[in-house]
């Protein structure tokens, strides 16, 4: 789902004019993206002690390993599992778009997967929308808590699959409104083709994403001290 360089350009790379739309869709993306990665910058100082470090680089690696697996789509799109719901569940909501936001920029840098100039796109994608993805998981609970294991695996279930489809959305929008798809189809081309794709992807993740943490959810009371805080926001424990 990285967007990467060369397919949102500020500057057409042949007749050197201005690319409107293009700026638009950078401008956008990156005027919604620093907010929200300051204010979980600020959150995750202020409530994740230093103790919970290594737990937010341990998922951090298991994302970045896991986003490798990737299969081209939509020109200069790919699809793989992205993981925000996981890491949403797993440290919080505002720690889990500072880990995805490492991920991204590690990919970025030396992989070349997601460029720099689509930063504010890939982060708003992935890292913003998977984090906001617990409070689907939160406001499907209810009262429940984590030991509620059919609801919770339900709850789970379908805020990965929201988040991965509306990644997918937003993702073909901006790629559809960019002047590389302009005689392509555009949004008529990349908007169908990121959604029928990711409604077979996003199941799957959905899937995974769900077991995985009610079994992490059976080790909670073992495991908060580690700072499984997404699930300890289930019943009450932070107010991160």
Not at 40 to 69: D, E, G, N, Y
């Amino acid at each position: 789902m990285h967007i990467n360089d060369g397919i949102l350009n500020p500057i057409n790379p042949v007749t050197q004019t201005l690319n409107v739309t293009d700026l638009a869709v950078l401008i956008t993306t990156w005027a919604i993206t620093i907010p929200f990665l300051i204010f979980a910058w600020r959150k995750t100082k202020t409530a994740c002690p230093q103790t919970k470090a290594p737990i937010i680089a341990l998922m951090s690696a298991l994302v970045f390993v896991v986003q490798m697996l990737t299969f081209p789509v939509a020109g200069g799109t790919s699809v793989h599992v992205v993981g925000g719901t996981m890491l949403a569940m797993v440290l919080g909501p505002f720690p889990a778009m500072i880990s995805m936001t490492i991920v991204l920029m590690m990919q970025a840098l030396f992989f070349g997967d997601g460029g720099f100039i689509a930063f504010g796109a890939n982060a708003l994608n992935m890292a913003i929308i998977g984090g906001l993805s617990f409070y689907i998981v939160k406001g499907l609970m209810g009262k429940s808590t984590a030991k509620n294991r059919d609801r919770l695996v339900t709850s789970v279930f379908i805020a990965t699959f929201v988040s991965s489809i509306l990644c997918a959305l937003v993702t073909g929008i901006e790629v559809g409104l960019s002047s590389s798809f302009a005689n392509a189809g555009g949004l008529m081309l990349t908007v169908p083709t990121m959604l029928g794709v990711y409604s077979i992807a996003g199941l799957v993740e959905a899937l995974v994403t769900s077991l995985l943490v009610v079994g992490l959810s059976f080790s909670l009371r073992h495991l908060q001290s580690a700072g499984l805080s997404g699930l300890s926001m289930l019943r009450g424990k932070t107010t991160l």
